[in-house]
């Protein structure tokens, strides 16, 4: 018989831009989940799953939480605390280079009610000058909530995220593998095409225009005999002048979204790439749930 592993469930919850996504991805040593120095870059719970002999640890990487007003980000913060109700374990996360803890503390007020175990990840280390600066930020997390764990670390240069996964399989029952030891993830290869594309977009658009952007996958052909991958995408905003934009002066961004989407997307995919890219525009697609639908935001059950 097999020995017993331990495996489970476990959500990186934090206020935006705290460096969730960036942890997922370096815990798996894979880019499995998109990121940017812009906040509310995530918008889907994306599951990242981590095997080792002992254990199986899958991730679940979540959109920042925050207080949101409109109905496109009250669904993200929905799928973000929904993510709480379905982990054995959850990780908080906070950048210990912000300046206020006030939305870190709106992030414990949204967890109170959940007896998970939470583990405090206190990340972006690599920024402090001087190590004892962490002390009395540590100090005054403590008094918000109790934490199975306090594991100071950097996603981005890995430092502490060893001791971060020590303290996890801990905190995890003997179980099953519910995933095959081959699976990274649960979303369709389709799914990280938009998101590559729309991480460029992310990174090369300026103001409200990231965030007026969505990506769908018109067409994902796989030509095994040319070893090529066949990828039409659509990139929606929401009006004229953001579409000007991201097609750019002589269609230049346009191009530069495609060549920088399309150089990930044969590294993720491990085969050449066609990437054809159209922007099209879906009026205040942010407002219409049925679109919100359509572009694969929903609120959680
Ligand atoms: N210096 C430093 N930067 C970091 C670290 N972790 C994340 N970052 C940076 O912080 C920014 C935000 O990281 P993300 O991983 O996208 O943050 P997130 O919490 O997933 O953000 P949302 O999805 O918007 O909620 C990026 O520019 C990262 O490179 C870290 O440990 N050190
Ligand atoms: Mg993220």
Redesign the pocket.
């Known amino acids: 018989m097999k020995d017993a592993i331990r495996s489970g469930f476990i959500a990186l919850l934090?206020?935006?831009?705290?460096?969730?996504?960036?942890?997922m991805?370096q815990v798996l040593q894979e880019k499995i989940?998109?990121?940017?120095?812009?906040?509310?870059?995530?918008r889907n719970r994306i599951l990242g799953i981590f095997n080792r002999p002992d254990c199986q640890m899958i991730f679940v990487?979540?959109?920042?939480i925050h207080r949101a007003r409109d109905t496109f980000n009250k669904i993200l913060v929905e799928t973000a605390l929904s993510a709480l109700k379905e982990v054995d374990v959850a990780v908080f996360?906070v950048?210990v280079t912000a300046r206020s803890t006030d939305l870190d503390r709106f992030v414990l007020e949204c967890m109170e009610s959940v007896p998970t175990p939470v583990v405090l990840a206190l990340?972006?280390?690599?920024?402090l000058k001087d190590k004892k600066a962490l002390l009395p930020i540590l100090e005054r997390y403590r008094t918000m909530r109790d934490f199975a764990a306090v594991i100071p670390?950097?996603?981005?240069?890995g430092d502490g995220v060893d001791d971060l996964v020590a303290e996890l399989v801990k905190l995890l029952p003997q179980g099953p593998r519910y995933y095959p030891e081959d699976y990274l993830t649960d979303q369709p290869e389709r799914f990280f095409a938009a998101e590559i594309i729309r991480e460029k977009v992310f990174h090369l658009t300026e103001q409200e225009v990231p965030y007026a952007v969505a990506v769908t996958i018109e067409r994902f052909r796989e030509e095994p005999e040319r070893n090529l991958v066949r990828i039409e995408a659509t990139i929606h905003v929401e009006r004229d002048s953001q579409k000007g934009i991201v097609i750019g002066k002589g269609a230049r961004m346009l191009q530069e979204i495609g060549r920088q989407a399309r150089q990930d997307l044969e590294r993720f995919l491990g085969c050449r790439v066609y990437l054809g890219l159209f922007v099209r525009v879906q009026k205040n697609w942010r407002r219409d749930r049925r679109v919100l639908g359509e572009f694969g935001y929903r609120m959680p059950k």
């Open positions: 934090g206020a935006p831009n705290v460096g969730k996504s960036t942890l991805n989940s998109i990121t940017c120095p812009k906040p509310q870059t995530t990487d979540t959109p920042g996360l950048d990340n972006k280390v690599d920024l670390l950097s996603a981005l240069t």
